[in-house]
């Protein structure tokens, strides 16, 4: 069988070939306008169909890994929240939460339960990315105006209380870097109901389109088994069938309360193609909505109080291991720490959603046209930087 190859994307060279039933091995990228950063697929395809897919990561490879054994434990926070650059709170708070199990440090429940309200919001923020810019990669431009229009009224009161737009670095070992400013719970809830009104948008002019319906129900089928055998997990998984989310089955932060109980709904559905994963992405903003005006009321309740514990100049975690994971907006992230003892970690272990989502893409596109493969790498919802680390 003879092959040619051909790019898409930076480097690619323009190839004359001879018709025929000649495969040919397509590479798109590793720059290329429909992924979420640097990612390079190698397709083998006959004809329109592809036959074969490999994902190619690396491109953004910045060692963060080995990073953390040279900084100390305030410090491996800043490493920490870059790698999904929409979820820079929530990759935070896995950190945290690891080295407080070292140290078997309890947390004030001011800080429990600020922690859990900042965890909904940046949920939301993250996917009001992926509900704008999926029907934008599909052809629908108008999506994304009104996703970064709900994002920019969260991302001012994050901003406010943090300092930072996307690096926000709010976490602390033992609690947060400080308090909230004045009138700002009554600012978050304004901005919740906001980003709730607008969110009918979503379901009557995306869900609602025939156009989108027809490009994504039915296309890239993920099945349960094939989301198990590669450790999916998140909407991905839920949105096939996979019954997963660490917040109701092993809760953390505040999740455990009868506040939270009461609201958290673990979104599913059982097709795994495109469309479901849309909605299972779609109705889980509107439940962390909902879980973020439980945190306003339960904080309204809560006396004035500390954020965070004291700490000792130097921070030393005690020898031995603990494995934190989060439920992360875009599926589970595992925190594998190890201490000698030392002031730095000796080694720590980033068990990112990304990374294991993105190999089902060997399993998806397989037998696909072309034409779908836009519609399929757009619906997994990852961030480069969170596959490479």
């Known amino acids: 069988m003879r092959e040619t190859t051909v790019g898409i994307g930076a480097g690619a060279e323009n190839f004359t070939g001879e018709a025929g039933t000649t495969d040919m091995v397509l590479n798109i990228g590793p720059q290329h306008p429909a992924t979420h950063g640097v990612l390079r697929l190698r397709l083998?395809?006959?004809?329109?169909?592809?036959?074969?897919?490999?994902?190619?990561?690396?491109?953004?490879?910045?060692?963060?890994?080995?990073?953390?054994?040279?900084?100390?434990?305030?410090?491996?926070?800043?490493?920490?929240?870059?790698?999904?650059?929409?979820?820079?709170?929530?990759?935070?708070?896995?950190?945290?939460?690891?080295?407080?199990?070292?140290?078997?440090?309890?947390?004030?429940?001011?800080?429990?339960?600020?922690?859990?309200?900042?965890?909904?919001?940046?949920?939301?923020?993250?996917?009001?990315?992926?509900?704008?810019?999926?029907?934008?990669?599909?052809?629908?431009?108008?999506?994304?105006?009104?996703?970064?229009?709900?994002?920019?009224?969260?991302?001012?009161?994050?901003?406010?209380?943090?300092?930072?737009?996307?690096?926000?670095?709010?976490?602390?070992?033992?609690?947060?870097?400080?308090?909230?400013?004045?009138?700002?719970?009554?600012?978050?809830?304004?901005?919740?109901?906001?980003?709730?009104?607008?969110?009918?948008?979503?379901?009557?002019?995306?869900?609602?389109?025939?156009?989108?319906r027809a490009r994504t129900a039915g296309v890239g089928v993920l099945t349960r088994a094939q989301a198990e055998a590669y450790g999916v997990s998140g909407p991905i998984a839920r949105a096939s069938g996979l019954d997963l989310d660490l917040r109701r089955d092993e809760p953390y932060l505040a999740y455990g309360s009868e506040e939270l109980r009461q609201v958290l709904t673990v979104v599913t559905r059982e097709e795994g193609d495109c469309l479901a994963r849309f909605e299972c992405l779609l109705e889980q903003t509107l439940n962390a909505l909902d879980l973020a005006d439980a945190c306003l009321d339960k904080l309204a309740t809560l006396p004035p109080g500390p954020v965070n514990q004291r700490l000792p100049k130097v921070l030393k975690a005690p020898e031995g291991s603990t494995y934190a994971w989060t439920e992360n907006p875009l599926g589970i992230n595992g925190y594998y720490l190890v201490s000698r003892g030392d002031k730095t970690p000796w080694r720590l272990k980033l068990r990112s959603a990304s990374f294991n989502n993105i190999q089902a893409l060997t399993e998806l596109l397989p037998g696909t046209l072309v034409a779908d493969m836009v519609a399929i790498l757009g619906s997994m919802f990852f961030v480069v930087g969170d596959i490479d680390k």
């Open 44 to 212: 083998l395809l006959d004809g329109e169909r592809i036959v074969t897919a490999e994902p190619v990561i690396g491109y953004m490879h910045r060692g963060a890994e080995k990073l953390f054994e040279a900084r100390d434990y305030r410090q491996i926070i800043m490493l920490a929240n870059r790698h999904d650059w929409l979820s820079a709170f929530s990759n935070e708070l896995g950190v945290v939460l690891g080295v407080e199990r070292m140290l078997g440090m309890e947390v004030p429940e001011r800080a429990v339960w600020i922690r859990t309200l900042l965890a909904e919001l940046n949920r939301v923020l993250n996917h009001l990315m992926f509900l704008g810019s999926y029907p934008l990669e599909l052809g629908g431009i108008t999506p994304i105006f009104h996703a970064f229009t709900g994002r920019e009224d969260l991302q001012h009161v994050l901003e406010e209380a943090s300092g930072g737009r996307m690096h926000y670095m709010f976490n602390r070992v033992g609690g947060l870097k400080e308090d909230l400013p004045a009138g700002w719970l009554g600012r978050v809830r304004t901005a919740v109901a906001t980003v709730r009104s607008q969110m009918p948008v979503f379901e009557d002019l995306v869900l609602g389109n025939e156009i989108f």
